[in-house]
Each structure stands twice: as C-alpha cells, then as structure tokens.
C-alpha cells in the first residue's frame, strides 16, 4: 500500500512538472488531449531549398514567410489542428533540419544575430521560438518576436529550477 501511494505521488509529481514547464498562460490545452503525433510527419517543399540561389531567412519575419511558403496545406492544417505544445516534438526531425539548412549554428548568420540580440543563443532554442511563433502565426496571423523569447525564457526557467530541485 505505502509503495502504490508512493508512485501514484511521483506521478502525480512528474505531470506536474511536465504541465508547469511546458504550460504557456495565454493557450489553454488539456494534457489528456494532447495528441503529438498527429503534427508529423511534416512535408516540406523541396524546390525552395534545392535552388542554387537559395539564401536563408535573415529574420524572424523572413524565416515564418519561408515556412509559410515552403509548408504543404496538409501540414499547415495539421499544425493548425495541433497544440502550441506540440511543436517541440518537430524539435529533433524538422527542428534539426531548420537549424542546419538555415545556419544557426553559424553564429555569424543574419537569423541567428537576431535572436542573439534578444539574449537567445542555443540554436535548439532559436528553432522552438522559430517553431512556436509559426504556429502562433498560423492561429493568429500575428509575429511578436518579444512575446514568444519571454515564453521560451519562462519555460527555461522553469525546467531549471525543477532540475535544479531534483539534483538537491
């Protein structure tokens, strides 16, 4: 019995921690409605970046324009149909891809001096901004840049600290 209580309380514990991270004040969503997989696999139009004249996005603007232009309609609707949460599970197939095929590991690229003036300087967190603020866009039609870094610095913030409490 006291071991069945102890799980049911890490558990209990564990989504928290996951919902208090990952939990965004201005979108309401359910954690038990949440269906990840239904955003992938993202289809990505391959005349766009197969051109020998093809230059990245310099900025924020610029790289939601490109996506916009570079998305099928199936996978805009999928990610309109899906949860802003959801678009960390691009991080590692299509979040991967933007980082190489856009330079964001080239700390010199126009895109990423851009978020390196806002204080963001891992290019896992330039992606999600990029990710988040095309999904805000498709919902809204709006880009707030300032908006979208205070979102990812809170949730960094937040992971920490749950890190930092469970090392303690």
Known sequence: MKKSIIVFLVFLYFGYCIFYIFRDDSDEFDLHTINCEQILPIEVSSEIYNSQDYLPPTNLYHAIMELD??????????????????????????????????????????????????????????????????WTYLKTGKIDLAYEIKSSERAIRNWKSQKKSRIE
């Open 69 to 134: 232009s570079a998305l099928n309609q199936n996978s805009k609707e999928k990610i309109i149909q899906s949860n802003k949460f959801c678009m960390s599970s691009l991080h590692f197939g299509f979040g991967m891809f933007l980082r190489n095929k856009w330079g964001l590991w080239n700390r010199d690229s126009k895109l990423y001096q851009q978020f390196h003036k806002s204080g963001i300087t891992h290019p896992d967190n330039v992606s999600g901004i990029i990710l988040r603020t095309y």
